[in-house]
């Protein structure tokens, strides 16, 4: 992983599945994340494909409330390079699965790629892969989890 860069500075994307609660010590995150995101401490953009996946009636209400508020992205046209990136992203999330299955985490991807300084995620295929993936990645975005960008934060937030 690259030199993090101040999380007060740059934009921070966020995946759907970031926010969800999964345990005590998550949901002390999420809590956390959203008092710092009403604070206005980073700016928070959604990736045009996560908006429409909050808009789905089976995601859960806090996660749809803390996110749908936030600026998001909007379609544009794709330069030649950003259509290359595209696919690799999608080359690389695809793997052995079946054609198209995870298009929209690439979409997601591209977008926080274009757009942000970090990409919050619990995404276990994105996890799993984010090395290959910041192989592709400007340099200037960092592919975390909820707990990873709070510690990055911290450090931030303490002078560091």
Same mark, same amino acid.
């Given at each position: 992983?690259?030199?993090?860069?101040?999380?007060?500075?740059?934009?921070?994307?966020?995946?759907?599945?970031?926010?969800?609660?999964?345990?005590?010590?998550?949901?002390?995150?999420?809590?956390?994340?959203?008092?710092?995101?009403?604070?206005?401490?980073?700016?928070?953009?959604?990736?045009?494909?996560?908006?429409?996946?909050?808009?789905?009636?089976?995601?859960?209400?806090?996660?749809?409330?803390?996110?749908?508020?936030?600026?998001?992205?909007?379609?544009?046209?794709?330069? &030649?390079?950003?259509?290359?990136?595209?696919?690799?992203?999608? %080359? =690389?999330?695809? $793997?052995? !699965?079946?054609? /198209?299955?995870?298009?929209?985490?690439?979409?997601?991807?591209?977008?926080?790629?274009?757009?942000?300084?970090?990409?919050?995620?619990?995404?276990?295929?994105?996890?799993?892969?984010?090395?290959?993936?910041?192989?592709?990645?400007?340099? &200037?975005?960092?592919?975390?989890?909820?707990?990873?960008?709070? %510690? =990055?934060?911290? $450090?931030? !937030?303490?002078? /560091?």
């Amino acid at each position: 992983m690259s030199q993090p860069l101040d999380p007060r500075r740059v934009n921070v994307c966020v995946d759907a599945n970031a926010l969800d609660p999964a345990d005590d010590e998550r949901d002390e995150q999420v809590e956390r994340f959203q008092l710092l995101q009403s604070a206005n401490v980073f700016r928070v953009i959604v990736p045009r494909g996560v908006r429409a996946e909050l808009t789905n009636p089976h995601t859960p209400k806090p996660v749809r409330d803390g996110l749908l508020p936030e600026i998001f992205s909007l379609p544009t046209g794709h330069t &030649s390079g950003e259509t290359m990136l595209s696919l690799k992203l999608r %080359a =690389i999330l695809q $793997g052995n !699965a079946q054609s /198209g299955k995870h298009d929209a985490d690439a979409g997601h991807l591209f977008e926080a790629a274009k757009y942000g300084g970090y990409f919050i995620t619990h995404d276990g295929r994105i996890l799993k892969k984010r090395r290959q993936l910041a192989a592709e990645l400007p340099s &200037s975005l960092q592919i975390v989890t909820l707990a990873e960008f709070l %510690a =990055i934060y911290d $450090g931030f !937030a303490a002078g /560091g």
